[in-house]
Each structure stands twice: as C-alpha cells, then as structure tokens.
C-alpha cells in the first residue's frame, strides 16, 4: 500500500530513487489522463469516466482492464505493452496533492514505492545533493509534476461541463469471466450519452465547442472501439498464464502505433 509523506531535504537528503518498473502498474484497471495527452492514449486505449466518490465529479480514465486489480497493458513477465505510457504512471512514486487551505500543492514521496530508498544505494539517483538542493533529476520531476497537475486540473474543468450538460451516464459493458456462460456486466464505468449530445441546445453545445469540452466528448466516443483491443490483450494474458514455465516474450509493441520515450513531456 502506497504511504505518501511530503518531500523535504530534512528527511530526504540522503534519499535516492531506484529505476521505477511497472510494479506499480500491475492492478491498475484505470488510470487517470489529461487532455494533452489524449492522443498518444487513444491509439491504445479506451476512454472512460469513473466516479471520485459520492458527491463527487467524474474523473476521465484510460481503461486497462475490466476486472478490478488487473492492467492487461502490463505483460506477465512485468513489460510495458501498451505502447504511450501515461503520465500519472512516470510521476511515480510521486504526487503532488493540495495543501489544507488549498491554497499550494505539496510534493509528496511514496515511501514505500520499491522505487524509493530512504538511504540512497550506488544504484539510486539522488534526490538532493551534497549542498542539500534538488538534484537535476528532481528539479525536473518538480517541473513535470506542476505541468501535469495544471493539466489535471483544466480537464477537471472540462469533464465537470461535460457532466452538468447531462451527457456522462453508464456505459453497458458485458465482458466474459471465462468461468460461468453469461460473463458479467462491468461496474463503475461511465461514458457519452452520444443521442443527448446530438440533442444539446445551441448555446449549451456552443459553450462546450469553445471550451474544447466537446473534443474531449467526441475523443471518448472515438475511442470505444480500442476495447477489443483490450479484450484481445486480455486473452493473450490469460494465454501467457496457462503456459509452463516463464511466459512468452510476445513483442505487442507492433499492435500499438505509438510508443513513449519515457521523457518528461506529454
């Protein structure tokens, strides 16, 4: 379980942080994406809106599976597959979250993270130096963090519109369990209501286009069709399991156009 502490030089001089994996990956059904990033996430995944909680908005999602606790975009022998990577997943194992009073974010650290040493090995980056000033690998975290956050934001902006206009409603997804005839109905997931959209009054739809809330609308239609994709990942995995032995390096990379560099950009 992740225990986030705020990042600080008092605890953390001596702290470094280790190549990250995709440990962190491996039962993440969804994960959280920004606008900028949509299309390099569109090419390999579907889009979808997830609830936050009780009275709260809807959060806009790449699904990575339909059944909790699993990421088919991760292979069995712990590879990447699903070509972009997005960016919630190379902050790891840090978060930026708002103070108390909302006012300023605060940069925490995942203590737990098997990518974090409390006592930084020969192995690690370091997170601060000698002097006890952020080292270039954490300045230029810091920077990719507020960037992603702002863009976190302004989406939230964008999908709370989409909302208020009536157009996130459930999305009727049946999948198969491989275990009893009927499969089951996937919980939780949201999506356009397409025929409301259609339907939206001028000035509604006009405030929508001007704010690109629209876009991120239509991007979540277009992206429907990936859930085959999804699907044909899933079989490949449950394929891999089935195997003796290590599973099968299969090179997916060559289903997906896109791939990430792992640089800090969008």
Same mark, same amino acid.
């Given at each position: 379980?992740?225990?986030?502490?705020?990042?600080?030089?008092?605890?953390?001089r001596?702290?470094?942080?280790?190549p990250?994996?995709?440990?962190? /990956?491996?039962?993440? +059904?969804?994960?959280?994406?920004?606008?900028e990033e949509?299309?390099?996430?569109v090419?390999?995944?579907p889009l979808?809106?997830?609830?936050q909680?009780?009275?709260?908005?809807?959060?806009?999602?790449?699904?990575?599976?339909?059944?909790?606790?699993?990421n088919?975009?991760v292979?069995t022998n712990?590879?990447?597959?699903? #070509?972009?990577?997005? *960016?919630?997943?190379?902050?790891?194992? $840090?978060l930026?979250?708002?103070d108390?009073?909302?006012?300023r974010r605060?940069?925490?650290?995942?203590?737990?993270?098997?990518? $974090? =040493?409390?006592?930084?090995?020969?192995?690690?980056?370091?997170?601060f130096?000698a002097?006890?000033?952020?080292?270039?690998?954490?300045?230029?975290?810091?920077? $990719?963090?507020?960037?992603? %956050?702002? *863009?976190?934001?302004m989406?939230?902006?964008?999908?709370? =519109?989409?909302?208020?206009? #009536?157009?996130?409603?459930?999305?009727?997804?049946?999948?198969?369990?491989?275990?009893?005839? #009927?499969g089951?109905d996937?919980?939780?997931?949201?999506?356009?209501?397409?025929? *409301?959209?259609?339907?939206?009054?001028?000035?509604?739809?006009?405030?929508?286009?001007?704010?690109g /809330?629209?876009?991120?609308?239509?991007? =979540?239609?277009?992206?429907e069709?990936?859930? =085959?994709?999804?699907v044909?990942?899933y079989?490949?995995?449950? %394929? !891999?399991?089935?195997? *003796?032995?290590? !599973?099968?390096?299969?090179?997916?990379e /060559?289903? $997906? +156009?896109?791939?990430?560099?792992?640089?800090?950009t969008?």
């Open positions: 379980m992740a225990r986030y502490i705020a990042l600080n030089k008092a605890d953390h001596e702290s470094g942080l280790l990250a994996g995709n440990g962190h /990956a491996l039962e993440k +059904a969804v994960v959280p994406v920004v606008v949509l299309p390099q996430v090419p390999t995944m979808a809106f997830v609830s909680g009780e009275g709260k908005p809807y959060e806009l999602v790449a699904l990575q599976s339909l059944q909790p606790g699993v088919v975009y292979h712990g590879r990447w597959i699903g #070509g972009y990577r997005p *960016a919630w997943y190379r902050t790891h194992p $840090f930026a979250v708002r108390e009073s909302g006012s605060v940069v925490c650290v995942d203590t737990d993270a098997d990518a $974090f =040493q409390l006592e930084a090995g020969p192995d690690a980056v370091r997170l130096d002097d006890g000033e952020p080292t270039a690998k954490t300045r230029d975290l810091l920077v $990719f963090l507020e960037k992603l %956050e702002q *863009a976190r934001e989406t939230q902006v964008l999908v709370n =519109q989409l909302e208020e206009a #009536g157009l996130v409603v459930p999305w009727k997804i049946s999948a198969s369990d491989g275990k009893s005839e #009927g089951y996937v919980q939780g997931v949201y999506h356009i209501d397409e025929a *409301a959209m259609r339907e939206l009054p001028p000035e509604t739809a006009s405030k929508l286009l001007k704010s /809330a629209l876009s991120v609308a239509y991007t =979540q239609l277009l992206s069709h990936r859930l =085959q994709g999804l044909r990942l079989e490949l995995r449950a %394929e !891999a399991k089935k195997q *003796a032995g290590p !599973a099968e390096d299969v090179d997916l /060559a289903l $997906f +156009a896109d791939d990430d560099d792992d640089n800090l969008f």
